[in-house]
């Protein structure tokens, strides 16, 4: 690593912490395409799966339009992704009370069981790979992890969700 920045010589640079960051991105993407692989998911049905497991832990049902705009998905490709889930038991169409027009996607006991399968395994290597770090240095890496991602949102966010490339001329 080049440890040579304005906070010293033994600081990791900016050029070795966007490294980093890329490398943890890499092998995640790699964790969750072998993670559907194996359990038969496409890549945009474990991110689905990742996104109404959030929310069921939150106590928030998820519309079918809030995870198509989570998911940058059209509504018929949205339909497709919800009847996959549903079809091996990773998700439930449901009615909310008091509004039958309304559809709010659930995680039955086999979603739930998918997720378990997918995050506890990977909680637990990250628990034992963070067993050394202090109270102070967690705050310190939660920081730097949030700020991170809200970079990484912002710049997200200039670019057209279906831009095409740029061809060479």
Do not use: C
């Not at 198509?68 to 919800?82: C, D, F, G, N, V």
């Not at 038991?89 to 378990?116: I, S, Y």
């Amino acid at each position: 690593m080049t440890r040579d920045t304005q906070d010293g010589p033994d600081a990791p640079s900016d050029q070795d912490l966007t490294r980093l960051l890329q490398t943890l991105t890499v092998e995640s993407d790699r964790y969750a395409e072998r993670f559907g692989a194996r359990h038969g998911l496409h890549r945009t049905d474990v991110n689905a799966l990742a996104l109404l497991l959030d929310a069921a832990r939150r106590g928030e049902p998820m519309s079918p339009s809030a995870l198509a705009r989570e998911l940058e998905l059209s509504p018929s490709a949205t339909t497709a992704l919800i009847d996959r889930l549903e079809a091996v038991g990773h998700v439930a169409r449901e009615k909310p009370t008091g509004d039958r027009r309304r559809v709010a996607l659930t995680v039955p006991e086999a979603g739930l069981e998918e997720g378990r399968k997918m995050f506890v395994p990977l909680a637990r290597a990250f628990a034992a790979a963070w067993a050394g770090f202090g109270p102070a240095e967690r705050e310190v890496v939660a920081r730097f992890l949030d700020v991170s991602t809200e970079a990484m949102k912002a710049v997200s966010a200039e670019w057209e969700p279906h831009e095409q490339p740029q061809r060479r001329r």
